[in-house]
């Protein structure tokens, strides 16, 4: 049962019940909800203040995991970036020089790669990590690009190097006699004194005296030009290796390849023998570069002994390529 509350009437000298009025009920109401939706919200706000959410816990940690593995890939972006200008320099230094051919320009390598802008949206969300997830994006692009031009180098190498050894295996590079049959050598080049017309004149190229029938090799990949019999030259062939390259192998005693047949660098194209203006059976060697006779003798290793040429020959069988 209700306690009910009494109040002193100083007219009628009586105890008399207290009995709330609407409004005070309403105001009593009022004012309980009051005081405990302000606690309420203190509370809420203790808690927060003191307490993470389950929820928002597992969010931040992985949020955490997600900036350890960003810093990784940053990492990794970093090291492969290493490696990029480690094959950059690899490319201009080591392979473009042996190559004889030009760096590619470090305007073309370190060329744009696209603004500020291009990231604008993502720095417009204003998040704590954008600088950082925008400077990883712009170092990817980084790397991408410089990837993207090494991968080109790399296929115009190629296509050097292909050039090149079609090059090299087309340059005469051996002695047209082999050391074995080899009685001498003769290397005055320019002028001389001829032993048949008994005057000096010019000495276009180098005597390899040998007996008649002794092989005479191709000294590098080419094409042959001419096979005829001269007053002077005898029997002779002329091998165009390209690039500039001549060579003329006279006073043969027979040629075995003819006009437009194909050679390959230590090929047997005839042999040794006295047709011509000749005393005693010897080659007489030529090499023409643009048309001009130049010495000989700087296109082959004199100091090789006999096993050193021969393998040579076999190695140059096996590895040159004919010209197209």
């Not at 203190?42 to 203040?49: N, S, W």
């Not at 005693?280 to 570069?289: D, I, K």
Request: proline share 4%; aromatic share 10%.
């Amino acid at each position: 049962m209700a306690k009910i509350k009494y109040y002193y009437n100083t007219e009628t000298c009586k105890y008399e019940p207290i009995r709330a009025t609407k409004s005070a009920i309403v105001i009593n109401i009022l004012a309980f909800l009051t005081v405990s939706l302000a606690l309420a919200l203190g509370l809420i706000y203790l808690y927060r203040a003191n307490f993470t959410p389950v929820k928002e816990s597992k969010l931040r940690a992985v949020n955490e995991d997600l900036k350890i593995d960003w810093n990784i890939l940053n990492d990794e972006l970093k090291e492969a970036y290493q490696l990029a200008n480690e094959l950059q320099f690899k490319d201009d230094k080591i392979y473009r020089v042996i190559l004889d051919t030009e760096p590619i320009p470090a305007t073309v390598r370190e060329g744009g790669i696209g603004g500020h802008n291009k990231y604008q949206d993502l720095l417009e969300k204003d998040l704590e990590q954008s600088s950082m997830i925008v400077g990883t994006f712009q170092k990817l692009d980084r790397l991408r690009k410089k990837l993207n031009i090494q991968s080109k180098s790399y296929n115009e190498i190629s296509g050097l190097i292909i050039e090149k050894e079609k090059m090299w295996s087309s340059r005469p590079a051996i002695q047209p006699i082999n050391n074995k049959e080899l009685t001498r050598l003769h290397t005055t080049f320019g002028k001389r004194f001829h032993p048949i017309l008994k005057k000096w004149q010019e000495h276009d190229g180098l005597d390899f005296t040998a007996p008649t029938g002794t092989p005479v090799y191709a000294t590098g990949d080419g094409l042959v030009t001419h096979s005829y019999r001269s007053s002077t030259y005898g029997n002779v062939l002329f091998v165009n290796h390209g690039y500039g390259y001549q060579t003329r192998y006279a006073h043969l005693t027979k040629y075995i390849v003819t006009r437009g047949e194909s050679v390959k660098r230590g090929q047997v194209i005839g042999y040794v023998g006295s047709t011509g203006r000749s005393e005693a059976p010897h080659l007489h060697y030529e090499v023409l570069y643009n048309y001009k006779p130049i010495n000989p003798i700087n296109f082959f290793q004199r100091d090789l002994s006999n096993e050193e040429y021969e393998k040579l020959i076999e190695i140059s069988k096996q590895e040159t390529v004919p010209l197209d």
